[in-house]
């Protein structure tokens, strides 16, 4: 999402980034008077007898507030009622309304990516509601590989966000998650995610989606009727974005808005879409957002394939689908589509399946794109059915009385606040601890001096697309209740250029008892519309670190602040270094929630969501190569750990705790047969020449019923002497021999917490076809026979077992 429009973009660039964060904080003077009028208002509710009468009109003329009739029905007659002109003014995010039939405005763009924000038209703070809960950055969320917490608070954030429309504060269409797999530890928008893997990426999406759309009770079973699904009540709706292959925002000249992804169907399917059908088909979301870049030559937004085909086609959305902000201006500008015109623009996008312009195009060439005949009126009328839809289901036109007692005290409560606090705890991640300098203990540990630039750490810690935080409990207030604190910042800012103020941080770390460094980046260095050169702690961050490693008297404990990853094997070769902790950017409760772990208040389990390079990783190929696999030819590494082979800093998945975990596999199935149809064809794989493929090799897995799961119970054992989380993780490892695997893939996971000396059963019920899919060269999506391995756990605790597939007639 851009904050301003193209052409400012255009002539700006990353400029415009500084006046998102210099928003006018309401209560300061800066906030406007349109602002604090909304407030107290309370939210439209379309279908009021007093409004109508209001305007003059006489509601029960208008069957489309007739809550006798079907949602369907409604929508056709308000539709039916508009002229054309009219109907244009209803497919940009701007929507006008029709005063003649009672329609008010509605502003489609708010966002709650990790809170309710202030980013977009749609949601305003006040003096009323001042803040709301801020929780981590989505990357440390992601970290907590913990469903049931993503979708809590998905379900508080949806909370406050309705509290919010209810004082006329908030929209009810909120364009969160962001959902694009993070492909390089270069991109900019890294934070916003939920990592590498599609999986993780796709459960994230599920969870974060029904905690914000589900009204609790409504949820839809297996047997719900599709009636039932395109008119379920939604709390909010979400969207999941940027569809698709979209994670290059502005990397040395090449910008998202002349991007050019050049995709194979391969890696489409196994990776960059495979997220977004996870969150249409598991998640039922409401909305799906294209993006700026193009695939394969056309621009996502005018992609029928993508679009209509396969969103609507395939996955069978219940939504609407809405361009990226300017987006359709990008493609006329930038990407100079076809040399179109405008007009041909909106027609192209509209036939595509667009049905919302976030921007102006739609409002201002639809009118001209009809009368010159490039688009039917009934392109229009279908896309405001899908817009209407959605608003019937959040009550836009009948209220939602479940929701109508919510007000200022549901937003930013001591519960709401806490989850905020628990998710940051749960997503941080120990990374080193060889030394036992963690946790730091209270009676010893008395007198600590904070360094570096992120000890005071406020607006860094909450990262962007942003709300203001209910409080910025920073690392020194955090670190304070446990304490006596001192801070020296050793570095003026993250770019630490020069050594000016090292001296004070050093004498200082000569003297305490410990010394805690909170070290890394910020969004000057990785932010929409800035994507990273190197994986480098800028300036002399590093050689504070040795210094401070050199000279203190107590243990030193080094804190990362960044979503991507950051090359600190220096750090980890260094013993002086006592503990090394990834904090993400955790939110307005993070400096509490890094204190409790370094404290040992928290016992940490979260787990890298992605792979962390070594520095020289990104001079080996262009950030814009899209293929996952290695390029030999090129000697292009590969990406992820489904694919680069070499040796990463820390792996996806990695992440140390206070104790120590034991497993022992408790039942594992051997082997699977699964049946083939008297009609399904055995289908080919490539298989290293060494390697005798099996008779019958692979089955399409859309011939097969999938019906079978198979189950694994291991027992998870705390052999220390603390209580801790951990994660278990479940992966298959396709058969040896089969050429252009990945090397394994991620099929499930669990968060369990295990008390010291106690053991917990984990059980996984996987399915036994999807769980070894994968995907061959020509896209098709195949079960493999032979031996697959299942994985669980990591390098420091695993257990794996082989298991057979048999294809059989
Ligand atoms: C997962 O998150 C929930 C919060 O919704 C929390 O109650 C639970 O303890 C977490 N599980 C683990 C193992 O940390
Ligand atoms: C599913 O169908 C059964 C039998 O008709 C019914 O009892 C049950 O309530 C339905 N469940 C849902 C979630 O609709
Ligand atoms: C819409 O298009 C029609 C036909 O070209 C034209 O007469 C009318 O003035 C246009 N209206 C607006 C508001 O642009
Ligand atoms: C921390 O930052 C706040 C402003 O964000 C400032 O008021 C305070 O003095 C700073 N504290 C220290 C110890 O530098
Ligand atoms: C707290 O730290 C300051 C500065 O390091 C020191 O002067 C003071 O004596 C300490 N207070 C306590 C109670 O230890
Ligand atoms: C060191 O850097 C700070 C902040 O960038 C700057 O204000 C200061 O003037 C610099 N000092 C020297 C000696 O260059
Ligand atoms: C660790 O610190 C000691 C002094 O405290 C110093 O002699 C040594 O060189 C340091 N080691 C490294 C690897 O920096
Ligand atoms: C952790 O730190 C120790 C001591 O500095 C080092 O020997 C070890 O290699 C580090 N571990 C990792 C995984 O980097
Ligand atoms: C871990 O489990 C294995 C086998 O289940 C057992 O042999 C080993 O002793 C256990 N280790 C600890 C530290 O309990």
């Known amino acids: 999402m851009a904050m301003a429009t193209f052409q400012l973009f255009l002539s700006l660039g990353a400029a415009i980034l500084p006046l998102l964060t210099m928003a006018a904080r309401p209560g300061t003077g800066l906030s406007s008077s349109a602002v604090t009028l909304t407030s107290g208002q309370g939210p439209t509710i379309v279908c009021d007898h007093l409004r109508f009468k209001d305007l003059g009109l006489d509601m029960k003329s208008f069957p489309f507030c007739d809550k006798s009739l079907s949602y369907g029905v409604r929508v056709k007659d308000l539709i039916d009622r508009m002229t054309l002109v009219e109907k244009v003014g209803q497919i940009g995010d701007q929507a006008t309304g029709v005063p003649r039939l009672g329609l008010p405005k509605y502003d489609w763009w708010s966002e709650a990516l990790h809170g309710v924000a202030y980013v977009g038209h749609g949601t305003h703070f006040d003096d009323i509601v001042p803040a709301a809960t801020s929780f981590p950055e989505v990357i440390l969320m992601a970290a907590s590989f913990n469903e049931s917490l993503w979708k809590a608070i998905g379900q508080v954030v949806s909370t406050e966000a309705r509290a919010m429309n209810n004082l006329g504060l908030a929209g009810l269409t909120f364009w969160s998650p962001n959902i694009n797999v993070a492909r390089d530890p270069r991109w900019g928008r890294i934070m916003e995610t939920p990592g590498e893997d599609p999986y993780t ?210 937003v930013c409560s001591d519960s709401n606040i806490e989850l905020a606090a628990e998710a940051a705890r749960e997503g941080i991640v120990l990374l080193n601890n060889s030394m036992g300098g963690l946790p730091l203990n209270k009676l010893k540990h008395k007198n600590v001096v904070v360094v570096g630039p992120h000890g005071n750490a406020s607006n860094a810690m909450i990262g962007n697309y942003e709300g203001y935080p209910c409080r910025n409990m920073t690392p020194l207030i955090g670190l304070s209740e446990y304490a006596n604190v001192s801070y020296e910042p050793g570095c003026a800012d993250i770019n630490c250029l020069n050594m000016t103020l090292f001296h004070r941080a050093v004498t200082a770390a000569k003297n305490a008892d410990a010394t805690i460094l909170l070290m890394g980046i910020d969004l000057s260095v990785e932010a929409e519309g800035r994507d990273r050169n190197d994986l480098l702690l800028p300036g002399y961050q590093h050689q504070l670190i040795s210094e401070i490693a050199d000279a203190a008297k107590g243990p030193v404990i080094l804190v990362i602040l960044s979503a991507g990853g950051v090359d600190i094997s220096f750090a980890m070769d260094n013993p002086n270094v006592s503990a090394v902790v990834w904090a993400g950017y955790p939110g307005g409760e993070g400096g509490r929630a890094i204190a409790d772990v370094i404290y040992g208040h928290y016992n940490p389990g979260g787990r890298l969501p992605i792979t962390w390079y070594q520095a020289d990783y990104v001079h080996q190929f262009p950030m814009t190569s899209m293929p996952l696999r290695p390029i030999d030819d090129l000697g292009y590494p590969g990406r992820t750990y489904k694919f680069f082979s070499g040796k990463p800093l820390f792996p996806f998945g990695y992440g140390l705790s206070y104790t120590s975990f034991n497993y022992t596999l408790k039942t594992a199935t051997k082997s699977l047969a699964i049946h083939l149809g008297k009609y399904v064809q055995c289908r080919q794989l490539s298989y290293a020449e060494s390697v005798k493929p099996p008779p019958c090799p692979a089955a399409l897995v859309s011939d097969l019923s999938c019906a079978k799961t198979f189950e694994i119970e291991v027992i998870v054992q705390n052999v220390g002497t603390i209580g801790g989380s951990h994660v278990v993780m479940v992966y298959t490892v396709p058969p040896s021999g089969l050429l252009g695997m990945p090397l394994k893939q991620l099929v499930g996971f669990q968060r369990v917490f295990v008390s010291a000396g106690g053991s917990e059963v984990v059980k996984f019920k996987l399915n036994g076809c999807q769980s070894f899919t994968v995907v061959e060269e020509t896209a098709y999506q195949v079960v493999p026979a032979g031996v697959s391995t299942v994985l669980i756990g990591d390098d420091k605790v695993s257990v794996s077992f082989p298991l057979e597939l048999q294809l059989h007639y």
């Open 201 to 410: 990426v796709g459960r994230y999406a599920v969870n974060y989606v029904r905690g914000l759309q589900d009204v609790e009770g409504t949820t839809p079973g297996t047997n719900t009727t599709e009636e039932d699904l395109n008119t379920r009540p939604l709390k909010v709706a979400a969207c999941c974005k940027h569809y698709a292959a979209y994670d290059v925002d502005n990397w040395q000249g090449v910008d998202r808005y002349h991007f050019d992804a050049r995709v194979t169907e391969r890696d489409m399917l196994e990776t960059f879409v495979r997220p977004f059908e996870m969150c249409v088909r598991d998640g039922d979301v409401s909305s799906v957002m294209c993006s700026y870049n193009r695939v394969n030559g056309i621009p996502t937004c005018a992609d029928p394939k993508l679009l209509s085909e396969t969103i609507r086609g395939e996955w069978n959305l219940h939504g609407y689908i809405v361009s990226d902000c300017d987006s359709l201006e990008v493609m006329h500008h930038g990407h100079k589509f076809l040399n179109d015109t405008p007009e041909d623009t909106v027609a192209q996008t509209l036939r595509a399946g667009l049905d919302l312009d976030c921007g102006l195009y739609f409002t201002k060439y639809t009118n001209s794109s009809v009368s010159q005949g490039k688009v039917r009126q009934a392109d229009i009328d279908k896309a405001l059915n899908n817009l209407y839809m959605v608003l019937m289901r959040l009550g836009f036109f009948d209220g939602s009385p479940v929701y109508a007692g919510l007000g200022k005290s549901d």
